[in-house]
């Protein structure tokens, strides 16, 4: 999406037209990675604005402090503008999350649902990962680990989320994460994940992963 090179940003661009310092409020339907690029908006009309980010530009979610690779498509956010150097093109000068994008099927009844009270004492799965969340989706997630590379483990419905030791949900769980998986594989040969943690808890030492 570089310069707003793709061809839904190239029709946003066309289309939009100078703007003044404002706020712009919609949902994030595209950026670019890297502290340097162009991120899309696409307010309740349907019209998609295209705006500048850079290293200065700040980042608010739930009241703190954000990178800007924290932010996910489908997040509702708001965007303070200013002019740029290219009049067509502002520049954002702030961005706040007003509400994280809708949770995947399922997530919010999985928290809802009982843990068993085995579940601690005799956990499930004889696999346990570590490493790095490189993309996260609906009913799924793909980790970098350093001994087997990528890969990839179904989010189920009862899986349980933990951050910094405490239980937490799924939204919680961020791209670029350091997290801990328990896991184990279903009857199609999976991985699929029954707890995964994150946090303060994953302090070196802690566990070691292993290869599935």
Not at 43 to 52: G, H, K, L, Y
Not at 79 to 87: A, S
Not at 89 to 103: G, K, Q, S, T, Y
Request: hydrophobic letters at 40%; a positive charge; charged letters at 25%.
């Amino acid at each position: 999406m570089r310069g707003c090179a793709g061809a839904l940003f190239a029709a946003a661009l066309a289309a939009q037209p100078p703007a003044p310092d404002n706020v712009v409020q919609g949902t994030l339907v595209e950026r670019d990675s890297g502290m340097h690029g162009d991120l899309g908006i696409r307010a309740r009309d349907n019209r998609v604005s295209c705006f500048r980010f850079d290293s200065a530009t700040t980042v608010e979610r739930d009241g703190l402090s954000a990178r800007m690779a924290e932010l996910r498509n489908g997040d509702i956010v708001e965007v303070v503008t200013e002019q740029g150097p290219n009049p067509r093109l502002p520049r954002a000068r702030a961005i706040r999350v007003v509400r994280n994008r809708p949770e995947p099927p399922g997530a919010r009844a999985a928290r809802r649902m009982p843990a068993s009270p085995l579940e601690d004492l005799f956990p499930r799965g004889n696999l346990t990962l570590a490493g790095v969340v490189t993309e996260l989706g609906p009913g799924r997630m793909v980790l970098r680990t350093r001994t087997t590379g990528e890969a990839e483990i179904v989010l189920r419905e009862d899986t349980r989320y933990f951050g910094d030791g405490r239980q937490a949900g799924y939204s919680g769980l961020r791209m670029n994460a350091r997290v801990f998986v328990r896991a184990g594989r279903n009857l199609d040969d999976n991985i699929e994940a029954y707890q995964v943690m994150w946090g303060d808890i994953l302090r070196p030492g802690y566990a070691q992963p292993a290869k599935p």
